[in-house]
């Protein structure tokens, strides 16, 4: 997996967007950048994922850019329920998942 | 459609016995992915099936852990001798694996396995 690096931590107010940003410098061209979520122990939720072009769905959206080296995922209004911690990953092609430490989210009242 | 299907949602055990968890794939499915975490801590790979064969178990402990994914039926994790430190919770995912590029694994709920 190309490896990747997320802030610890991170707190966004109730309502505003939340940018979580993901730095993967060492990505190929053919690794997907996938974005899933885990809310408490709940099994982990997927949110979206993007090769170069930037996605949109009902979720988020994925802004990755043009070196491909990072991106960001945006929670346009956040609420509490976004609470959770946000894991991205860049899997080689047909290579397992790796899920690294994450980024914990608190959307704050 | 029906999500990832994981029984029992709950499992306990005492030192010695065997656990079976039990994970039904997304319809359509025939790729299956088995995850464990431990308290506090990330998800970590441990095997990865198609139907009647292991493709990829390199996360897997070398002793007392199997996994299969038969024909007909649902995908099932073995622990044998359990022992306190198996106490985890272990995720199952599947995907669809159409020959793109990896694709999207869809979780289930999990099994939280306590040994007593």
């Not at chain 2, 064969?53 to 359990?82: H, T």
Request: positive net charge; aromatic residues 10%; proline residues 7%.
């Amino acid at each position: 997996d190309a490896k990747t690096t997320q802030p610890p931590s991170m707190d966004c107010a109730e309502g505003r967007a939340a940018n979580l940003p993901c730095n993967h410098s060492t990505i190929s061209g053919n690794e997907y950048v996938y974005w899933y979520r885990q809310i408490h122990s709940q099994g982990p939720q997927y949110i979206i994922h993007g090769l170069k072009n930037n996605e949109t769905n009902e979720m988020a959206s994925l802004i990755i850019t043009e070196d491909r080296k990072s991106s960001t995922l945006i929670l346009p209004h956040a609420t509490l329920r976004d609470t959770a911690v946000y894991y991205c990953i860049a899997p080689n092609y047909g290579q397992n998942f790796v899920f690294g430490p994450g980024t914990r989210l608190s959307v704050l009242p | 459609n029906a999500g990832v299907m994981q029984n029992p949602r709950h499992l306990v055990r005492r030192r010695g016995q065997e656990a079976r968890l039990r994970c039904s794939p997304m319809k359509g499915h025939s790729h299956v992915y088995w995850y464990r975490q431990l308290p506090e801590e990330g998800l970590k790979f441990m095997v990865y099936l198609q139907k009647e064969n292991i493709i990829d178990e390199s996360g897997m402990p070398k002793e007392r852990f199997s996994a299969e994914f038969p024909k007909e039926g649902p995908s099932i994790l073995r622990i044998q001798q359990v022992v306190r430190g198996d106490s985890a919770a272990y995720f199952c995912a599947s995907s669809p694996r159409t020959g793109r590029s990896t694709d999207t694994q869809y979780f289930g709920p999990g099994t939280r396995l306590t040994v007593l």
